[in-house]
């Protein structure tokens, strides 16, 4: 495994931060964001390995090593990981046809291909607006890196919270001035829950933000989910519990549902991602199943209480 201070790491490193000719010109919150992400780099993160398997360019050595040993175990696994970010690409689309301009990402990992801005930015340029949200620091610092140079930072922010400090999170999306709060919002939480554990109660927390949503509002969720008994997923669980920056759960398809409270399914309800979308993109082979995401977006009815 490469050492953190080898010449490779830093050439990894500025490659990743972008850091080419201009350091000096970064202001001081982004200098700290890449010092937090330079002292950080000695273990896989989640979000890093996701980039890593999409094909992205932010990672590191060792979320690439570590992203091989679970294609080693589950060949299948980047294909998974692409059927869901097309299914976040088809759904963002959904929202943006639907007439939401407001995207709220909880769990959002490192604003990777296909980002949310992007491809809300693409349907109604100019019109969206989208606050990120991981509770990874290095994410978190990785993310102000990413949209201080890609975004249009009056209309997308990144906010360093956890989903399970509801109150704390809801707060700061807000205090970025970026959301309206009485106007609909899409709240995505797309690969995220399958990282919180049973014993932390993440209905809880969902059943706070599903309150905060206007009428109207969207939620989009996709999980991990195994019906085919596969000893692979379960290995790439036990993995990431074991070696990553976070634990991995899988949920049934009961569960996972519950999630979406009394919100009203859009069609086709929840179903494995290469099956979800008015018009379908995946160019899934096999059965639907091997894509081990479930996911669904609900509305938020106008006779639901606040």
Not at 44 to 65: K, N, T
Not at 69 to 85: C, W
Not at 104 to 124: C, F, K, M, Q, Y
Not at 280 to 290: E, H, L, T, V, Y
Request: proline share 6%; aromatic share 8%; hydrophobic share 40%.
């Amino acid at each position: 495994m490469t050492g953190t201070g080898s010449r490779s790491d830093a050439n990894d490193f500025d490659r990743v931060a972008g850091l080419s000719g201009r350091a000096a010109a970064l202001d001081p919150g982004v200098t700290a964001s890449l010092e937090l992400l330079r002292s950080n780099i000695d273990r896989p993160s989640a979000a890093r390995v996701y980039d890593c398997i999409l094909g992205g360019d932010h990672h590191f050595g060792i979320d690439r090593e570590f992203a091989e040993r679970q294609l080693e175990v589950m060949p299948d696994l980047r294909r998974a990981m692409i059927s869901n970010r097309k299914f976040l690409g088809r759904a963002v689309g959904y929202a943006v046809k639907h007439g939401l301009r407001q995207f709220v990402d909880i769990g959002s990992g490192l604003p990777t291909i296909g980002n949310v801005h992007e491809v809300a930015d693409r349907h109604a340029p100019g019109q969206c607006r989208v606050v990120y949200v991981d509770n990874e620091p290095v994410t978190h610092a990785h993310a102000d890196l990413l949209l201080a140079g890609t975004a249009d930072t009056r209309r997308h922010r990144a906010v360093h919270a956890d989903y399970l400090d509801y109150d704390t999170l809801w707060r700061d999306v807000l205090a970025t001035g970026v959301i309206d709060p009485t106007k609909p919002i899409c709240l995505l939480m797309a690969a995220m829950l399958h990282f919180i554990a049973p014993e932390q109660q993440p209905e809880i927390a969902m059943d706070f933000y599903r309150r905060q949503l206007p009428p109207g509002s969207l939620l989009l969720i996709s999980h991990g989910c195994d019906e085919l008994d596969d000893p692979g997923i379960r290995q790439v669980v036990r993995n990431y519990t074991q070696t990553a920056t976070t634990t991995a759960h899988l949920r049934t398809r009961a569960e996972i549902t519950a999630f979406f409270g009394d919100f009203t399914f859009a069609e086709p309800g929840l179903v494995w991602t290469p099956e979800w979308g008015e018009t379908i993109q995946d160019q899934w082979s096999g059965p639907p199943a091997r894509s081990r995401y479930l996911a669904g977006v609900a509305r938020k009815p106008d006779d639901v209480g606040e």
